[in-house]
């Protein structure tokens, strides 16, 4: 994600061959969400109900500003999409 951005901020969109790209970052992005909320919710099969609650928190704490910068990012690969 941090190529495409340093890439993107320094060089442009570079026309049509790199748009796709922008795409692809959505993926990282909602599968880390997704394994963090998992982790979350089935810790407690593994751990202390305490340490459980706690990554039940993170998950949250973590995957609400994620999301936010996948929105983010669907904005902004969107209009360069439209834009190319």
Known sequence: ITMVWSRLA??????????????????????SITVAGLLGTDAALAVDARLADGMRVFAVLYGVPVWGFAVLWICLATALTVRT
């Open 10 to 31: 320094h060089f442009g969109t570079s026309g049509t061959a790199r748009v796709p790209t922008l795409w692809i970052v959505l993926g990282p992005l909602g599968q």
